[in-house]
């Protein structure tokens, strides 16, 4: 069984600090993704890594970096948290094609910015 | 660009009675279509997928390219059917999955 597992489930950090959210996938996976869940809007896509020390952004970046040094481990950074940043963040991981398996997510992690 | 709408935020049913999650997308080449769920506490999970035609805990879902359509169906709801589903998109030349913003199914008593 695919396990994706996010450090942490709850967070709360002060405005300004750097955030760090880890993602490790223990299958082998090629790709790795970041989104973010809000009520009302749904998963966006923040970035994504098709392989390690490669990134795309997705469609909501701006105030984000990715970090993918190793194949297992997916990070999302926030450079200096903001309120509009509070949210549930998702992870998910999957095969080089979605075709047959789609994608493995993590239970989330929820992030409080004060 | 890929996108995908669900038009109904939040759907009630009663227990035994047919149940219907509209997902529309809009995608220039050959989509590949997903149903995911997110009961309560639990992590978001794949329900199914259109390429593999099958049919999970009842539901069952069917591509229709001429209306661009993707609704997730059973026939009898259940109360444990209770959840947010949402519909995605990738493309078979990439593996980016879009989500639709999600139906909120409440089956009643």
């Known amino acids: 069984d695919v396990k994706v597992t996010q450090s942490s489930r709850y967070l709360v950090k002060r405005t300004g600090e750097k955030v760090f959210l880890e993602c490790v996938q223990d299958?082998?996976?090629?790709?790795m993704f970041w989104y973010r869940q809000d009520p009302g809007l749904g998963l966006r896509l923040i970035y994504f890594?098709?392989?390690?020390?490669?990134?795309e952004k997705g469609d909501i970046p701006e105030g984000y970096s990715v970090s993918r040094e190793k194949k297992e481990r997916f990070s999302l950074i926030l450079e200096s948290a903001s309120t509009n940043q509070t949210s549930m963040y998702l992870c998910?991981?999957?095969?080089?094609?979605?075709?047959?398996?789609?994608?493995?997510f993590g239970s989330g992690t929820r992030l409080t910015v004060v | 660009a890929q996108r995908v709408t669900q038009p109904e935020k939040l759907l009630s049913v009663f227990k035994g009675a047919p149940v219907e999650l509209k997902c529309n997308y809009s995608?220039?080449?050959?989509?590949?279509l997903f149903w995911y769920v997110q009961y309560s506490r639990q992590r978001l999970q794949l329900l199914l997928r259109?390429?593999s035609r099958e049919s999970i805990k009842g539901f069952t879902a069917d591509l229709n390219k001429g209306e661009t359509s993707f609704h997730l169906k059973k026939p009898f709801a259940q109360e444990e059917d209770s959840a947010m589903y949402y519909c995605?998109?990738?493309?078979?030349?990439?593996?980016?999955?879009?989500f639709g913003k999600g139906t909120l199914l409440t089956v009643n008593p």
């Open positions: 998910a991981s999957s095969f080089q094609s979605t075709l047959n398996y789609g994608y493995t």
């Open positions: 299958m082998d996976h090629e790709n």
């Open positions: 890594s098709y392989d390690v020390k490669m990134k």
């Open positions: 995608y220039s080449g050959s989509p590949e």
């Open positions: 259109h390429i």
């Open positions: 995605a998109l990738s493309g078979r030349s990439n593996y980016k999955l879009t």
